[in-house]
């Protein structure tokens, strides 16, 4: 699952001591294992191989780019959402042929700066913005390749904040509407509409909610081939579940298993734009335990990384495993005690894990947060005036900052007086 591993009582990314990496880069850190990473994008590619898809890494979960760019030097191509987003890709060298780009607020500005760049799709969430499209893309002489995002109505068996594929949802249009945008193609001159993407949701542990909206879009396709609409792509978004604690998600290949029966009966190339499956095993979050507090109820280990770092135990109460970095901490089970850990931030809710069963913390300890390699650093802030944490990639024996630690100066970098 990942090359975090105990080695003589210590925590070890690939080859390289964790505690060695605390040492040299200071806390909070997340670090990377870049076998990890690579690892978890060949699992996808080699489970799709009969399909040939384009895999399209969904930078949101984690928009590093000497990360991304060890995925695009394998052949990955980028899932964007925002004109940023489209100004990092660039910077990692991706051909901007493989490049995607969803979301429901693209503004005019980003699209022209997209099709300036010649990418590759727009997966378009709504009939405005197709209008919009077609309006920059003529401005420009350009014909540009757009998909159009249908929303399936499946319910996932996810966190409410991250299902995506319903009909109250903001995203993607309903097949109706889609039918007719298909129907009438030719209003909008400027486009090629030849593909459908769909993504219903994220961290999804079974495969059946993806065969239902995979099915139920390939019989579309089909219906729509019949009349004469060429779908050239079918994006299947990204959405897969990974361990973070007792989940059984199904593996790259289940899920190949289950949907490349279906997506072979139609004839568009496939899309797939995975995020957490590909970068979530691959990275942890490393922080130091400033202060043990005992209390009448409760033990808190206050630790140097709070919800500014990593949010997601906050805001969706998800769960990350936390290990010491000296399993020795681990001791016997008969003296295990139970711990919060929190964060320095002045909210409640701020905490990475509550209830863990530890051997005595002690103050000045390292502990590991597991399986924050997406969603953690994408997500972190500068509340309470938090510099961001630095980031390195461990490669075999050798380690790398791949970005500095925020100073203070950067925290008010871009105020004018
Ligand atoms: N494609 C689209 C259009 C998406 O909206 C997303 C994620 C992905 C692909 C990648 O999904 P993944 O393979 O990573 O599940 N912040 C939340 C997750 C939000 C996901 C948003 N969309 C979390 O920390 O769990």
Redesign the pocket.
């Known amino acids: 699952m990942h090359d975090f591993k105990y080695k003589d009582n210590e925590l070890y990314c690939e080859s390289v001591a964790i505690r060695q990496l605390a040492e040299k880069y200071g806390t909070p850190l997340y670090v990377y294992s870049r076998k990890t990473l690579v690892d978890h994008y060949k699992k996808i590619r080699d489970a799709f191989k009969s399909l040939r898809p384009l895999i399209c890494f ?1 930078m ?2 984690n928009s590093n780019i000497t990360l991304c760019k060890a995925l695009v030097k394998e052949g990955s191509g980028l ?1 964007i959402v925002s004109g940023g987003e489209l100004y990092i890709a660039l910077k990692t060298g991706v051909a901007t042929k493989k490049i995607v780009y ?1 979301s429901v607020g693209k503004t005019e500005k980003e699209i022209e700066t997209a099709i300036r760049h010649h990418i590759f799709l727009f ?1 378009v969430e709504s009939l405005p913005e197709l209008e919009m499209i077609d309006k920059v893309a003529a401005r420009l002489g350009r014909r540009q390749a757009v998909a159009i995002r249908i929303n399936p109505d499946v319910r996932p068996k996810t966190h409410k904040y ?1 299902t ?1 594929g319903r009909k109250e949802n903001k995203f993607g249009v309903d097949m109706e509407t889609a039918r007719g945008i298909f129907m009438n193609r030719a209003r909008f001159p400027h486009l090629n509409i030849c593909g459908i993407h769909i ?1 219903i949701g ?2 999804i542990v079974d495969a059946q909610p993806f065969v239902k909206a995979i099915e139920t879009i390939s019989v579309f396709i089909n219906e729509l081939e019949r009349k004469g609409v060429n779908i050239r792509w079918f994006n299947i ?4 579940g990974i361990i973070y604690s007792n989940e059984r998600p199904q593996t790259a290949e289940e899920y190949a298993k289950a949907v490349v029966p279906i997506l072979k009966k139609v004839k568009a190339g496939v899309i797939l ?5 590909i970068a979530g095993n691959s990275g942890i979050l490393l922080t130091r335990v400033v202060y043990v507090k005992e209390t009448a109820t409760k033990n808190f280990a206050v630790v140097d990384a709070g919800m500014n770092d990593l949010t ?1 135990p906050s805001l ?1 109460g ?1 769960y990350h495993d936390v290990l010491p970095v000296r399993s020795a901490s681990y001791g016997s089970s008969s003296e295990l005690r139970s711990y919060d850990i929190v964060g320095p931030i002045c909210e409640s809710g701020d905490f990475l894990a509550k209830g863990r069963k530890f051997i005595d913390l002690k103050q000045g300890e390292f502990l590991a947060v597991m399986s924050t390699g ?2 953690g650093f994408s ?1 972190s802030s500068n509340y309470n005036a938090r510099p961001r944490p630095a980031e390195v990639m461990v490669d075999g024996k050798h380690h790398k900052l791949i970005r500095r630690r925020e100073t203070y100066r950067d925290l008010v970098r871009t105020e004018l007086p």
């Open positions: 969904s949101k979960a899932d969803a997966n991250i995506t993504h994220s961290q978004g990204g959405g897969l734009e995975p995020g957490r499956f997601r969706y998800a997406a969603y997500m």
